[in-house]
Structure formats: C-alpha cells, structure tokens
C-alpha cells in the first residue's frame, strides 16, 4: 500500500514538472528566445557583445555596406577629419554593458590597410518593461527592440524610414 502510494506521488509530481515545463517555455519574454530563463534580464544584458550579424529587412549584410547607407559611424561625426568612406573597413563592433548602466561603443578598422580603433562611452537603460534597451551615445538616444536575449545571444531590432536592422551579438 505504502509503495503504491509512493508510485502515485511521484507520478503527481512528474507530471507537475511535466505542465510546469511546458507553461514556463509558452510564456517566454523575447519572441526569438528559446525558453524562459532564470536569469534576470540585467543580468543576461550586462557584459561585452561583438557584432556577429546584421540583417536589413530580412537580408543579412556587410556592416560595411550598412554603414555606407547610413553615411557612417556615430563615432566618426564632428571630429574634423574628411573620411573617405570607401577606405574605410569595419574589422569589429563591440558594445560593452556594465551593471551601472555605462559602457562603451568600440569599433576596430582598417583605414587604407592602417588599423584604427575607436571607443566612445555610453549610457544605457530599459525601457516599456524591459522590452526595449535604449542607448545613448554622445547625447544621442536610440531606441531598440530586444527580440533575443540569454546568457549568449543578443538580437536588438531598429525600424527607420521604412527600413527593418536586426543587430545579432553574441557574448565574449
């Protein structure tokens, strides 16, 4: 009787865990994670994401022919120098996220085959319940979608002018 009654309880709890696995993966926060995580939004954002990818309503291209249509980096901007854009070659782009909400903006370049790298610090927050990370660089804010975000991927969404950017990071 005793080892019956064992049976049946564990058959109740396995099959709590069971609907338990199946309702905690239905209700995850981004559109594209996988399942819903333990960790904490902050703490899956902070620390430093290398661009891996950039997709242009739904065609993945060259951060370098991105940044041509957009007529450059933000980073670039006001600093006096006449840059020949089609010299230019983007090696790298970095955004580091610190728990204190600062960070960094670093793009690694080649200009006519000399390295160039460039850091610019940044702020950045949540915003419309952590479905949106705005980041403001030289007092400039721009806003974006999280549409992944774990331990290992971040996808960040841009809609300008008619125009679809998906910005897909991965954690160093």
């Keep these: 009787m005793k080892t019956q009654k064992k049976i049946a309880s564990f058959l109740v709890?396995?099959?709590?865990?069971?609907?338990?696995?199946?309702?905690?993966?239905?209700?995850?926060?981004?559109?594209?994670?996988d399942s819903m995580s333990l960790l904490s939004p902050k703490k899956?954002?902070?620390?430093?994401?290398?661009?891996e990818e950039t997709v242009l309503n739904g065609t993945s291209v060259n951060i370098n022919y991105l940044i041509s249509l957009i007529g450059g980096l933000p980073a670039m901007e006001n600093n006096g120098l006449d840059i020949d854009l089609t010299q230019l070659v983007v090696n790298s782009i970095k955004v580091k996220l610190n728990k204190d909400e600062t960070g960094e903006f670093i793009v690694s370049a080649s200009y006519m085959s000399l390295p160039v790298s460039h850091t610019e610090k940044i702020t950045w927050s949540f915003e419309d319940k952590k479905d949106f990370v705005k980041i403001t660089l030289k007092d400039k804010d721009e806003k974006f979608k999280i549409i992944k975000l774990t331990k290992k991927d971040l996808w960040l969404e841009k809609e300008q002018d008619g125009s679809v950017v998906v910005a897909k990071c991965t954690k160093e």
């Design 44 to 51: 899956r954002i902070v620390g430093t994401w290398m661009f």
């Design 13 to 33: 709890v396995l099959m709590l865990l069971g609907t338990s696995g199946v309702f905690l993966n239905s209700c995850k926060k981004y559109e594209e994670n």
